[in-house]
């Protein structure tokens, strides 16, 4: 086999058979298939598409491309993963609930992207937490504490890490088939029993549109079932941050309070939903709203707080974390509040505008090298239907300086619209492939 000959293939709209898949896959891995090749293979399938059982041979060879971890555990090993939005925290608040509720979840996420923050990123806000830890301790943490959020090594699915950065800078992050792939290849290197995915629509996520994330959606849940790994899908609406606050420290610190306050709130919404779905397809529930029920109780009543802190402490996080979390978390030196200047109702928010404004500040990398400031971003933000009047705050601005935070208002101001009547505000799940 060669790299030009599954190419041409491709060049001629045939779809390579499994095996040259995994050829390709191995050759990215040991770096036996070039640069110019992968850059051709990846805009190949970006023009012509592989189509389910191509999607499917690509993702499972991209897995395969490394390690597929393997458990000794005595419940079930569930995963949870998000194409990606604004004010998403929802990992943080849904892997303790579901160890709460026993099931095992080993979480291998990753580091912000685009306007998007990163688990990976938030997690690195709290003091003493790394997220870079080998697959002997992954194990250790995960039958000690029952979940673990963490990133890759090098050994899960090479093939995507190097095929991804290569995406990057060819045009062609943008195809169904590299999406799932290189999404699936992660999660499934981890062999979950079962995955619910979290697919966002609206302004705030890569897909814009209902019809976008509905053919993402599908394409994951196919995929993923045809290799095997129960998977449902919601799609959730991201028109709207989830959270009302953007940035790592700041998300941190809005999830200990939904850890902590026992209040309902978006964020604890969608992880019932998440998790219900979940529980349910990993046999620990009879049916999602059973599994709601269970996650919503283990939230207000504290237990996934002291299973988070368990966690924390797991990956060298302070001991004290969830008694006294304020006392943690970095604060930035410039604190600016944004206000309206007209009378209204808040009728649409710009969430890439506002996930942007963030990695202005710092919050999130421009270039890879970039050191990330764990303090800026915006807190206190208005929802959609807020009714408001000139002087009103719709956001607070953290930042390190003044003429960043003054230029991250003006975003802030241009990313609000406020209107004369209020909107119908978008239900948080949209649609359920299950
Ligand atoms: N996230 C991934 O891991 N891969 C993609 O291609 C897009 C989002």
Redesign the pocket.
């Known amino acids: 086999m060669d790299a030009r000959s599954i190419i041409a293939k491709l060049r001629r709209r045939e779809v390579p058979d499994a095996g040259e898949l995994a050829w390709f896959a191995h050759g990215l891995a040991d770096g036996s298939v070039s640069d110019a090749q992968a850059g051709a293979f990846a805009m190949a399938v970006c023009m012509g598409g592989l189509g389910p059982e191509g999607r499917a041979a690509l993702t499972l060879a991209m897995r395969d491309s490394g390690e597929v971890l393997t458990w000794n555990l005595d419940g079930p090993v569930i995963d949870k993963h998000s ?2 939005g604004v004010g998403d925290c929802v990992s943080l608040v849904l892997a303790p609930a579901l160890a709460e509720c026993g099931a095992y979840v080993p979480m291998i996420s ?1 580091r912000g ?1 685009g306007h998007t923050g990163g688990t990976l990123d938030k997690l690195e806000a709290i003091p003493g937490v790394s997220t870079q830890i080998s697959q002997d301790r992954l194990a250790q943490i995960l039958a000690e504490t029952g979940a673990a959020i963490v990133g890759a090594t090098t050994q899960i699915a090479p093939a ?1 890490k190097r095929l ?1 950065a290569i ?1 990057d800078v060819t045009a062609t ?1 943008e ?1 169904l088939d ?6 699936l290849s ?1 999660k499934l290197a981890a062999s979950p029993d079962a995955l619910v995915l979290d697919v966002k629509m609206g302004s705030g996520a ?1 897909m814009k549109t209902l019809d976008e994330a509905r053919k993402l959606a599908q394409a994951l849940t196919e995929t993923a079932n045809a290799a095997g790994c129960r998977t449902s899908a919601l799609i959730t609406d991201m028109n709207q941050p989830l959270a009302p606050a953007l940035g790592n420290a700041l998300e941190i610190a809005e999830v200990m309070k939904v850890l902590t306050d026992g209040q309902p709130s978006p964020l604890t919404e969608i992880s019932a939903e998440l998790g219900g779905v979940l529980l349910s397809d990993a046999g620990m529930v009879g049916d999602a709203q059973a599994g709601r029920d269970m996650i919503a109780e283990v939230i207000r009543d504290g237990r996934a707080a002291e299973r988070f802190g368990r966690m924390m402490a797991a990956v060298g996080g302070p001991l004290g974390l969830v008694e006294d979390w304020a006392r943690y978390l970095p604060e930035a030196s410039v604190i600016l509040e944004v206000t309206a200047q007209d009378e209204g109702y808040v009728t649409a928010m710009d969430g890439e505008a506002l996930g942007l404004a963030v990695v202005a500040l710092g919050g999130g990398r421009q270039v890879e090298s970039d050191v990330i400031d764990p303090a800026v971003g915006l807190s206190g933000l208005v929802r959609l239907g807020d009714k408001v009047s000139a002087g009103t705050p719709l956001a607070v601005v953290h930042a390190a300086r003044e003429d960043a935070a003054q230029r991250a208002a003006q975003t802030v101001r241009a990313a609000i619209t406020i209107g004369p009547a209020p909107v119908p505000v978008p239900e948080l799940v949209q649609e359920r492939i299950l």
Do not use: E, M, N, P
């Open positions: 194409t990606g990753g992207l995507d991804y995406r992050v195809s590299l999406i799932t792939a290189s999404i992660k890569f």
